[in-house]
């Protein structure tokens, strides 16, 4: 039989076999992960745990649990149908910061951020490094009142996870 569980609640009701495997999405929180293998280990005497986490998308996500832990708003950027992305979203507001999902620099509202607020951002895997240089220039120019322009858009590459001042109001 295979079992699907999203968190750690959900296996308690389980009736579990004598020996299984476990695997994890890629995009599953590194904490959560653990939490719940821990719970199998004490109730399946042969687990085996496959480690499917992608190094980089864990790293990713730390860097933003971080970053959310220092800022007052987090901006994701990536695509709507990125579960990468939905995680990285999930992370950020699970630290009670408001946190906007968008998709490109276009997608930021023209005001309610304060001088006085630390702005994270962080953006999912395959979102284009160009999208990215876009969302931290438009913040920057919002903060300087500066007219808006075009950031060219060279070859597509994830981008790092940054933080920066929030604009004047």
């Known amino acids: ?4 569980a999203k968190a750690p609640e959900e296996l308690e009701a389980l009736d579990l076999p004598e020996r299984a495997t476990v695997v994890a999405q890629t995009t599953l929180q590194q904490t959560i992960r653990q939490e719940m ?3 199998l280990e004490t109730k399946i005497p042969q ?3 496959a480690n499917t986490i992608c190094s980089a998308t864990a790293k990713r996500q730390i860097e933003a649990e971080q970053l959310a832990r ?9 695509g709507k149908n990125s579960a990468n992305t939905r995680a990285l979203y ?4 699970a630290h009670g910061k408001r946190t906007l999902w968008i998709e490109s620099a276009a997608d930021l509202p023209g005001e309610g951020f304060s001088a006085s607020e630390i702005i994270g951002i962080t953006a ?3 979102t284009p490094e160009w999208s990215l240089k876009e969302v931290a220039k438009r913040m920057n120019d919002m903060e300087h009142n500066t007219p808006q322009e075009e950031v060219e ?3 597509p590459a994830s ?7 929030g604009p004047t109001e």
């Open 70 to 78: 220092q800022a007052d708003v987090m901006l994701v950027v990536g």
């Open 124 to 126: 999912g895997a395959s």
């Open 37 to 39: 293998v821990a719970i």
């Open 47 to 49: 687990l085996t745990v």
């Open 1 to 4: 039989p295979v079992f699907i």
């Open 159 to 165: 981008g790092p996870t940054e933080a920066v001042q």
């Open 90 to 93: 999930q992370t950020c507001s």
């Open 153 to 155: 858009q060279p070859a």
